[in-house]
């Protein structure tokens, strides 16, 4: 039994480094942005964690005029209004590779825009099991409350601690 136990071991010591080890890591930054200052953060991002980049486009694109926040019956103004509305996606995502996702926006009425939770509920089922890390650029606003949204508005995923990522 001792020697079966010794061949054993010294078998799993002769594997090489890769075999023993759990598999990597597999990290997706997806983001969308509406002029371009979340895009330079994602990339950002995806370069210091070798990580898959991937926009969330809208199917009808954000026009100036459509991010008017002054005017209350602006396109971004009405989305933000209504809790249930989810703009359409142009191209849905392939997530399954993945085990951790950074999921970055503009903060928008000190939240995520709604196409944010059209993402989040296309993709709900697989998003179960993966790690999900929000990060956001602002005018001047923190996270804080974006994140709480998230928390409440989809309980059942594993979100950890998010980051505000305007430059200084
Ligand atoms: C409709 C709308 C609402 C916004 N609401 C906020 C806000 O509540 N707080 C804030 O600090 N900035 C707000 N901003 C500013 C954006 O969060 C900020 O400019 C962001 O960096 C833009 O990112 P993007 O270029 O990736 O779209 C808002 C911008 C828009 C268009």
């Known amino acids: 039994m001792r020697r079966m136990l010794t061949i054993a071991l010294a078998a799993v010591m002769l594997l090489p480094a890769c075999a023993q080890s759990s598999k990597p890591v597999k990290t997706l930054v997806t983001y969308f ?42 396109r971004s103004s009405l989305e933000m209004k209504d809790p ?3 703009p359409t996606i142009k ?3 392939d997530i399954t590779p993945y085990d951790t996702i950074y999921v970055g926006f503009p903060i928008w009425w000190g939240i995520c825009p709604r196409i944010i939770n059209s993402w989040l509920d296309n993709n709900l089922e697989q998003l179960q099991s993966k790690t999900l890390i929000p990060f956001a650029t602002s005018g ?6 974006a994140e709480d949204y998230l928390k409440k508005t989809y309980p059942t995923l ?10 200084r």
Do not use: F, V
């Open 33 to 74: 942005s509406a002029t371009g200052t979340t895009k330079m953060a994602a990339q950002r991002l995806a370069n210091q964690h070798s990580a898959t980049l991937w926009e969330i486009e809208p199917a009808q694109p954000y026009t100036a005029a459509d991010l008017d926040w002054r005017n209350d019956q602006s």
């Open 84 to 86: 249930d509305e989810r």
């Open 91 to 93: 191209q849905c995502t």
């Open 140 to 145: 001047s606003s923190g996270i804080e409350e």
């Open 158 to 167: 594993n979100w950890q601690k998010g980051m505000l990522l305007n430059r």
